[in-house]
C-alpha cells in the first residue's frame, strides 16, 4: 500500500514538475512561429527523456550510486570534472533562467520590472532549501505544479483539429526560417533532456534508500509521470498555434505568451498563466541549485543530503547558497529571461553527449547494473535522439546567433 | 608536444565551418525585408490583442501597458529598418503605398498607449478595429509585393 502511495505520487510529481522555463518557453514559441509543425520535437525530447530518467532511477535502486558518483567511480575524477564543469555551467544558466521565470510572473501580477524580484526570489528560493526537507521540495513544489494542466483545458476548449495536430508528429522541415525552426527544435529537446534531471533524480533516489524492489515503480513513474508531463508541454505548444500563429504573432517574452491562454479563459487564463510560470520554475530552481550541491558534493566526497540539516553539511548548503545569488544576478543585470532561457536550452543539447554517453557505459555494465543492463531498444533510441539533438545544435546555434536563415 | 598538431587541425576545422556558418548567415535585403515585415505583423497583432483584452477586462492595466510599449519599441525599430530598404523608400513611400501605413499604423499604436496609460478604456476598442483596419491593408500589400509572411 505505502508503494502504491509512493508510485501514485511520484506520477503526481513528474507530471506537475515536467514543466519549467525551458518547456514553457520552447513550446510557446514553437506553437506560435510554426503552429503544429514541430510536435515531433518534443514527441522526440520526451520519448528520450523517458528512457533517461528510468535508466537514472535503475542505476540508483541496483548499484546505490548517485549518477555523478558513478562517473567518477568508473571514468576517474579527471573526466568526471570536466563533466562536472560544464554541467555547472549549463546548470548556473537554467537557474537564472528558472529564476527569470518566477520573477516574470511577478512582473505579470504586479506590473513591476522582473528586475526587481530577482533577489527576493533567490532569497525564499534558498529559505526554502535551508529549511525544508527533499520530500517538501520534490513533492510540495510539484504537485502545486498540477496547476500547469490548465494548458489541457485551455487546448479542449480551443477544440483543435486533430489531423491537423497529428500531422505535426511526422517531422518535417519548415518552407521558411529553416535555421531558427531547427534552433527551436534542438531548443525543446535540450529543455525535455536536462541533464540535471538525471543527476537529481538519482539523487533523490540514493537519499530515499531506492533498492530493488524500487525497479517496477521507477519504471511507472518515468513512463507515466513523464508521458502525461508531455502532454501539459503540447497543451502549451497547442494553445499558442491555435491562438497566437494564424495572427503572425512570434512570442519574443513571456508577457506575449501569457495571451496564448487569455484567449480561451479570458482573466482568469491571464492569472493561471502567471502562477504556472511561477511555480513551475520555482520548483525547477529549487531542484537546479539541489543539483548543483548534489553534483559538487558528490565530486569531491563531501556529505550531502537535503534532509539533513545545513549545519552538518555546510560545504553542500554553501554551494546552493553561492550558487542561487549568483544566478539570480543575470536577471539582476537585466538579461532578457526568455532569450537566456532559448540559448541555455539550445547549449544543453550541445553538451547531452559528454553526460549520456559515460551514462549509456554505466547502464551497459554489469558491474554496476547487473542483470538490469539496458537492453538494445533503450540503447538506440537514446543514441539516435542524442546525436540528432548534437548535429542539428551545433548547426542551428551558430546560424541563429547570426541571424542566418 | 604529442596532441598539438590534431589539435590545430581540430581548430583549423572549427574556423572553416564557423567561416562557412556565417556565410549562410549574412541575410540578404529580401530576408531582412521579409523578417522585418514579419516582426510588424506580429507586433502589431499582439497591441492589437493586448487592447482588446484590456477592453474585456481579461489582463491587467499595467500590463497591457507594459506589454504595448515594448511592442511599440519593436515596431519602431523594425518600421525605422524598413523605411531604409529600396523597396520600401521607392514606390512604397507614395501615398497608399507601404511607408504611409507603417506610420499610420505607428500612430495608431502611441494612441492605444495614450490611451491605456491614461486609462481611458472607452476609447480602446475603436483604437484596436482602426489598427486591425491598418494590418489588413499592409497585409495585402505585402502580398501585392509577392511576400509570404
Known sequence: ?405 | MRGVKPMRRYAASLALVLVLLAGCGQQSPQETLRSELQAVKSNTAIVEMVARNLARGAVPQAYAGNAIEAAKGNLDGSIQALSELPEVKGNGAQPGGLLPRLQAVQRDTEGLLDVVKKGDLSNLTPLAEQLAKEEQAIDEIVKGMGIEL
Open chain 1, 1 to 405: 500500500m505505502k508503494k502504491a502511495l509512493s508510485i501514485a505520487l511520484g506520477i503526481l510529481t513528474s507530471i506537475g514538475g515536467f514543466l519549467d522555463v525551458g518547456a514553457i518557453a520552447t513550446a510557446a514559441q514553437a506553437g506560435a512561429a510554426f503552429g503544429f509543425q514541430l510536435i515531433w520535437a518534443l514527441l522526440l525530447g520526451t520519448l528520450c527523456v523517458i528512457f533517461l530518467v528510468e535508466m537514472s532511477g535503475r542505476l540508483a535502486a541496483v548499484s546505490g550510486h548517485t549518477l555523478a558518483d558513478a562517473v567518477r567511480e568508473r571514468f576517474g575524477f579527471r573526466f568526471y570534472f570536466l563533466q562536472y564543469v560544464i554541467e555547472i555551467i549549463v546548470d548556473f544558466l537554467v537557474l537564472g533562467a528558472e529564476i527569470g521565470g518566477v520573477c516574470i510572473a511577478l512582473q505579470l501580477v504586479t506590473g513591476i520590472s522582473f528586475q526587481w524580484w530577482a533577489l527576493p526570489v533567490a532569497f525564499v528560493l534558498w529559505l526554502l532549501l535551508w529549511k525544508g526537507t527533499f520530500g517538501l521540495i520534490e513533492n510540495g513544489v510539484a504537485l502545486l505544479g498540477l496547476v500547469t494542466l490548465v494548458f489541457v483545458v485551455a487546448v479542449v476548449m480551443l477544440k483543435p483539429d486533430w489531423p491537423a495536430v497529428m500531422s505535426g508528429a511526422l517531422p518535417s522541415l519548415s518552407r521558411h526560417d529553416t535555421a531558427h525552426y531547427l534552433f527551436i527544435a534542438v531548443s525543446i529537446i535540450g529543455a525535455l533532456v536536462s541533464p540535471y534531471l538525471f543527476f537529481f533524480y538519482s539523487s533523490g533516489a540514493v537519499e530515499e534508500k531506492w533498492d530493488k524492489s524500487y525497479i517496477g515503480p521507477n519504471r511507472a513513474i518515468a513512463v507515466i509521470g513523464m508521458g502525461f508531463g508531455s502532454v501539459v508541454s503540447l497543451g502549451v505548444l497547442i494553445t499558442s498555434a491555435i491562438v497566437l500563429f494564424p495572427k503572425g504573432i512570434q512570442v519574443e517574452s513571456y508577457d506575449q505568451a501569457a495571451l496564448a491562454l487569455v484567449a480561451p479563459l479570458g482573466f482568469l487564463g491571464f492569472v493561471l498563466f502567471a502562477v504556472s510560470l511561477g511555480i513551475t520554475c520555482f520548483g525547477a530552481a529549487m531542484e537546479v541549485g539541489l543539483d548543483q550541491a548534489f553534483i559538487t558534493a558528490q565530486a569531491f566526497g563531501w556529505n550531502w543530503s537535503e534532509s539533513q540539516k545545513p549545519a552538518k553539511e555546510a560545504r553542500f548548503s554553501l554551494i546552493y547558497t553561492v550558487m542561487i545569488f549568483l544566478s539570480a544576478l543575470l536577471m539582476v543585470a537585466g538579461i532578457d529571461p526568455l532569450q537566456l532561457t532559448l540559448f541555455t536550452m539550445a547549449l544543453t543539447a550541445t553538451i547531452l553527449p559528454v553526460v549520456i554517453v559515460p551514462f549509456l557505459v554505466l547502464m551497459n555494465d554489469e558491474k554496476y547494473v547487473g542483470k538490469f543492463r539496458n537492453g538494445i531498444i533503450s540503447n538506440t533510441v537514446v543514441v539516435l535522439i542524442i546525436g540528432l539533438a548534437f548535429v542539428l545544435a551545433v548547426v542551428a546555434i551558430p546560424l541563429e546567433v547570426l541571424g542566418g536563415s
